[in-house]
């Protein structure tokens, strides 16, 4: 019940295309939700999050849609650039919880 | 001005070899914490410290020993090291450690021979 479903592994998508990565929860209690952006020989760093009191939020073009309903959020990317070829991470948290439960992740490469 | 640095960038060393990587931040945040990372990519969370106290102790052999001298510090020591410990090493923190964005570190390349 703590785990969080990422999908799909890896992604290649046409440059200017939209970019979709899936992510799916049991645990009803998580009510944070960001997503990691991860290149090559670095660090993650926070792209994006969002609290189930809102259906979407934009920054942008990086959107995440969130499905309470269906417990499941995702990451689109709207006119998708080579520089967005990263590995992507969802993740899931609750207020009484220091910890944040990860995604496995997804390696999305842009092609020119 | 690095915000989370790691040192050893890189760690090359002979199985059964006792290692330590150490991690400071200069952000003033509370809480540190410790990720492994496969060659899968996964990140496993090993170890978080708030305020120099542990609170997350995953389920990590007890060859992996963290160590918060303060709040800006927390090393990794890992003894005996075997070639399942080969992986990329995290050290993060985040502001008191409750949903708030986690700031990671560039890594520590670990390759046990």
């Known amino acids: 019940q703590q785990q969080v479903k990422q999908s799909p592994q890896s992604l290649i998508v046409q440059k200017g295309g939209i970019s979709i990565i899936n992510c799916a929860y049991e645990?009803?209690?998580?009510?944070?939700f960001p997503w990691y952006q991860q290149f090559p020989g670095k660090g993650p760093a926070l792209l994006i999050a969002i609290r189930p009191d809102v259906s979407e939020k934009k920054e942008g073009r990086f959107t995440i849609s969130f499905n309470k309903s269906a417990k499941q959020f995702s990451l689109h990317i709207m006119d998708s650039q080579p520089g967005d070829s990263a590995t992507y991470f969802c993740?899931?948290?609750?207020?009484?919880?220091?910890?944040?439960?990860w995604g496995a992740g997804t390696k999305l490469i842009i092609k020119p | 001005d690095t915000a989370v640095s790691q040192t050893p960038k890189y760690l090359v060393t002979q199985m059964g070899n006792d290692k330590s990587i150490k991690c400071e931040q200069n952000?003033?945040?509370?809480?540190m914490y410790w990720y492994k990372q496969d060659s899968k990519k996964f990140l496993k969370i090993m170890f978080s410290y708030n305020n120099k106290e542990l609170i997350i102790n995953e389920t990590v052999p007890n060859r992996f020993s963290p160590k918060s001298p303060d709040k800006a510090h927390l090393n990794l020591h890992i003894n005996s090291l075997e070639l399942g410990d080969s992986a990329v090493y995290f050290c993060?923190?985040?502001?008191?450690?409750?949903?708030?964005?986690?700031?990671f570190g560039p890594g520590t390349r670990l390759l046990v021979l």
């Open positions: 993740a899931a948290s609750m207020q009484s919880n220091y910890q944040l439960i």
């Open positions: 993060a923190s985040s502001p008191s450690g409750q949903e708030e964005t986690q700031y």
């Open positions: 645990n009803t209690a998580f009510d944070y």
């Open positions: 952000l003033g945040h509370d809480t």
